[in-house]
């Protein structure tokens, strides 16, 4: 058996991306800029400020924002994205994935959560599965977000644990990149075109079993 699973979670354990979409949507309406869900696909796993920066770019009118200008964008979007995560609840968990954190913990591996957003620990409050996690990366504690490993490397560090050891589950290909460059092994949900080392349709179809036999089948 590997030693941990370590999940993103936006995509993965639940479905952020529609109220980080909502949230940059209406700060985008504010500066001029129009955002849609095609666009917001580009935003998936990659950082708030990162984030921002893609959609400044979209109007060269806003070419000249200050450093202090961006944060304090990025404030706002942050400040309403709570709001809307405060209505969260367990109903938002993705199919088969509290069974999947049951069968994992049964059999005694560690859990952890390797996520690049700074609310990752709120909204495993809001999905009350908090107590599944033996280890939550803050994403304020890493310098270098995906597809750099250290999101990863930083949870299999925590425990000591060989990252060949380690198997991380992901829907970003960034988050894929950043668990091959980690030597870890790579479970994409909803990835095609994908350098993951296994790849289910969605989580529903994500099962303890399928993923432990292609793990202990990897060459
Ligand atoms: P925050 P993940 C990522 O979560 C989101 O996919 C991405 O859209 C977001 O910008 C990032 O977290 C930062 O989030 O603004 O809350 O710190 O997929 O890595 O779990
Ligand atoms: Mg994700």
Not at 71 to 94: D, M
Not at 195 to 212: K, M, P, Q, R
Request: aromatic share 8%; net charge negative.
């Amino acid at each position: 058996h590997p030693s941990a699973f370590i999940f993103d979670l936006d995509g993965v354990i639940t479905d952020t991306a529609e109220f980080h979409y909502l949230a940059w949507k209406q700060l985008a309406d504010g500066l001029g800029v129009t955002i849609d869900r095609e666009f917001n696909e580009q935003l998936k796993g990659i950082s708030r400020m990162d984030s921002l920066e893609k959609i400044v770019a979209l109007d060269p009118a806003l070419g000249g924002l200050s450093a202090d200008e961006k944060e304090r964008l990025a404030t706002e979007k942050n400040e309403h994205y709570i709001k809307l995560i405060a209505e969260v609840t367990p109903a938002h968990i993705l199919p088969g994935m509290e069974s999947l954190l049951k069968d994992i913990q049964a059999h005694g591996i560690k859990i952890a959560l390797g996520s690049a957003s700074k609310n990752a620990k709120m909204v495993l409050e809001q999905l009350e599965l908090t107590d599944y996690f033996d280890y939550i990366v803050d994403a304020a504690q890493v310098s270098k977000g995906k597809p750099d490993p250290e999101t990863f490397t930083t949870a299999a560090d925590y425990f000591g644990f060989a990252y060949a050891d380690c198997i991380g589950v992901e829907d970003a290909e960034a988050g894929v990149e950043a668990l091959k460059r980690a030597g870890m092994f790579a479970v994409g949900v909803g990835l095609s075109l994908s350098e993951a080392d296994y790849i289910v349709a969605d989580t529903g179809t994500l099962h303890f079993d399928s993923v432990i036999t292609h793990y202990n089948e990897r060459s």
